[in-house]
């Protein structure tokens, strides 16, 4: 509704307008495409005209189109519009193209506003269809232990099926069955050749056996030993030191007692064999102990042998008598005077490994016997109320005996300090001292009340 009506009227004067759309003016506007009739009076004369006004409609053109639809989701479709009459036109596409054709269009709808010069326009929608290109997702299993045990399944939708694959390792199937590990990809064609591609990593899963110290130390002394175990567990194993098997060694343990290198070769299901990490396991060095003695070892009271350790470098030296050290004898000599069982333990300074002697037994004989019936034991108190310590100084079988003879008491393999007595009644005891199944001594002892 743009049309105008500009009236003039001769001679100029005041008249009255009566128009057909009920307007009362000279002039109207606002006007659509019609007839409008004004009849205008003269003032005062009565005097009257009538006119009829045709408006037509500018015209803005009429708008036809033809177009190409979108194919494999790909933005390849066209619109051809064509305006007629012909004529200089303004076009606004509504995805912002100006021109009377448009093209690299994806699917979906597009509208035109074509207008003249007047000012008048008109507009066309235009529905672009459209396929799709196929869609994949691919899952992969990882392959193992470096065998062709993976496998890739794919999953299309989109385009329209039937569907054909083209593998990069020339595959033409939708699953990859039996493969290494690698990256694959894969190009789908459906039935109007259009296409989508991707690509999957199939990865390496690998086993790896594992050895570790389950019991002991990697550092130990002669006659020590590490257990070691493989973890995870296999069908079969087979352990090396030093990269040698071990003959027999093919338990998932294994119990190591020299200086190597100790690993295990495992098999698994469908992997293998397989080697594990080494562990380092070091034997010290551990000092030798050989006692002799520079003499007769038998012999009466106030004689003496000298017992000898073989010397060495970075060791100590304890001497010991019946299993108990001896104070003050740390030399890798020792004059033995007493009757008795004599060895030496010898340390390494530098890795405290040690190593007992063999046994050299002393004798003394002559007036042994008197000396060991005075110096072989002490006790006290004598009475006593609660416990009788007995003090000895070898190692002992103490027997107790009542009045009557019977056996109450009796200590094997006793030496050093022995607490006795509690489990008495009051009364008198004897007290026997057995050394090497001699009697040495038996004293009366009372418990008092």
Same mark, same amino acid.
């Given at each position: 509704?743009?049309?105008?009506?500009?009236?003039?009227?001769?001679?100029?004067?005041?008249?009255?307008?009566?128009?057909?759309?009920?307007?009362?003016?000279?002039?109207?506007?606002?006007?659509?495409?019609?007839?409008?009739?004004?009849?205008?009076?003269?003032?005062?004369?009565?005097?009257?005209?009538?006119?009829?006004?045709?408006?037509?409609?500018?015209?803005?053109?009429?708008?036809?189109?033809?177009?190409?639809?979108?194919?494999?989701?790909?933005?390849?479709?066209?619109?051809?519009?064509?305006?007629?009459?012909?004529?200089?036109?303004?076009?606004?596409?509504?995805?912002?193209?100006?021109?009377?054709?448009?093209?690299?269009?994806?699917?979906?709808?597009?509208?035109?506003?074509?207008?003249?010069?007047?000012?008048?326009?008109?507009?066309?929608?235009?529905?672009?269809?459209?396929?799709?290109?196929?869609?994949?997702?691919?899952?992969?299993?990882?392959?193992?232990?470096?065998?062709?045990?993976?496998?890739?399944?794919?999953?299309?939708?989109?385009?329209?099926?039937?569907?054909?694959?083209?593998?990069?390792?020339?595959?033409?199937?939708?699953?990859?069955?039996?493969?290494?590990?690698?990256?694959?990809?894969?190009?789908?064609?459906?039935?109007?050749?259009?296409?989508?591609?991707?690509?999957?990593?199939?990865?390496?899963?690998?086993?790896?056996?594992?050895?570790?110290?389950?019991?002991?130390?990697?550092?130990?002394?002669?006659?020590?030993?590490?257990?070691?175990?493989?973890?995870?567990?296999?069908?079969? !194993?087979? &352990?090396? @030191?030093?990269? %040698?098997?071990?003959? /027999?060694? =093919?338990? #998932?343990? *294994? $119990?190591?007692?020299?200086? +190597?290198?100790?690993?295990?070769?495992?098999?698994?299901?469908?992997?293998?064999?397989?080697?594990?990490?080494?562990?380092?396991?070091?034997?010290?060095?551990?000092?030798?102990?050989?006692?002799?003695?520079?003499?007769?070892?038998?012999?009466?009271?106030?004689?003496?042998?000298?017992?000898?350790?073989?010397?060495?470098?970075?060791?100590? !030296?304890? &001497?010991? @008598?019946?299993? %108990?050290?001896?104070? /003050?004898? =740390?030399? #890798?000599? *020792? $004059?033995?005077?007493?009757? +008795?069982?004599?060895?030496?333990?010898?340390?390494?300074?530098?890795?405290?490994?040690?190593?007992?002697?063999?046994?050299?037994?002393?004798?003394?004989?002559?007036?042994?016997?008197?000396?060991?019936?005075?110096?072989?034991?002490?006790?006290?108190?004598?009475?006593?109320?609660?416990?009788?310590?007995?003090?000895?100084?070898?190692?002992?079988?103490?027997?107790?005996?009542?009045?009557?003879?019977?056996?109450?008491?009796?200590?094997?393999?006793?030496?050093?300090?022995?607490?006795?007595?509690?489990?008495?009644?009051?009364?008198?005891?004897?007290?026997?001292?057995?050394?090497?199944?001699?009697?040495?001594?038996?004293?009366?002892?009372?418990?008092?009340?």
């Amino acid at each position: 509704a743009n049309g105008s009506i500009n009236l003039t009227t001769t001679p100029a004067g005041n008249y009255n307008y009566f128009w057909s759309n009920g307007a009362s003016t000279q002039d109207i506007s606002g006007l659509i495409a019609g007839t409008y009739t004004v009849t205008v009076y003269s003032s005062g004369v009565g005097c009257v005209s009538t006119l009829s006004i045709i408006i037509l409609n500018a015209n803005s053109g009429t708008l036809t189109q033809t177009h190409v639809n979108a194919t494999c989701g790909n933005a390849n479709g066209s619109i051809n519009l064509t305006v007629s009459p012909s004529g200089n036109y303004n076009y606004l596409w509504s995805n912002g193209a100006t021109t009377q054709d448009i093209n690299n269009l994806l699917a979906g709808t597009y509208t035109v506003t074509v207008s003249n010069s007047t000012g008048c326009s008109n507009s066309l929608s235009v529905i672009v269809t459209g396929t799709s290109a196929p869609f994949i997702i691919a899952s992969a299993s990882n392959a193992s232990c470096g065998l062709s045990n993976g496998y890739i399944v794919t999953t299309t939708s989109g385009g329209v099926p039937p569907y054909s694959y083209i593998w990069n390792n020339g595959s033409t199937i939708s699953i990859l069955q039996s493969i290494p590990a690698g990256v694959y990809s894969v190009t789908v064609y459906d039935q109007n050749q259009c296409s989508g591609t991707t690509a999957i990593t199939v990865g390496q899963n690998n086993i790896t056996p594992v050895a570790v110290i389950q019991s002991g130390s990697a550092t130990f002394c002669s006659g020590g030993t590490a257990v070691l175990v493989v973890s995870p567990l296999g069908n079969s !194993y087979q &352990w090396t @030191k030093n990269n %040698v098997n071990i003959a /027999g060694a =093919t338990n #998932s343990t *294994y $119990t190591g007692n020299n200086t +190597g290198t100790y690993a295990c070769v495992v098999t698994y299901t469908g992997c293998g064999p397989i080697t594990s990490n080494g562990i380092q396991l070091t034997k010290l060095a551990t000092p030798t102990a050989t006692v002799t003695a520079n003499g007769p070892t038998t012999f009466c009271v106030g004689q003496s042998v000298v017992l000898n350790v073989n010397i060495q470098a970075s060791v100590t !030296y304890q &001497w010991r @008598k019946n299993g %108990v050290s001896i104070a /003050g004898a =740390t030399n #890798s000599s *020792y $004059t033995a005077t007493t009757t +008795g069982n004599y060895r030496c333990l010898v340390t390494k300074t530098t890795t405290s490994c040690t190593k007992l002697s063999n046994n050299i037994a002393v004798t003394v004989n002559c007036r042994e016997e008197e000396m060991q019936n005075e110096n072989a034991f002490t006790f006290y108190p004598n009475p006593f109320n609660t416990t009788l310590t007995v003090q000895l100084n070898d190692i002992s079988t103490i027997t107790v005996y009542n009045v009557l003879g019977q056996k109450l008491i009796e200590i094997k393999d006793a030496d050093g300090e022995i607490m006795i007595g509690n489990e008495l009644k009051s009364g008198m005891y004897f007290l026997e001292v057995r050394v090497n199944n001699e009697v040495i001594s038996s004293q009366r002892i009372v418990k008092a009340e």
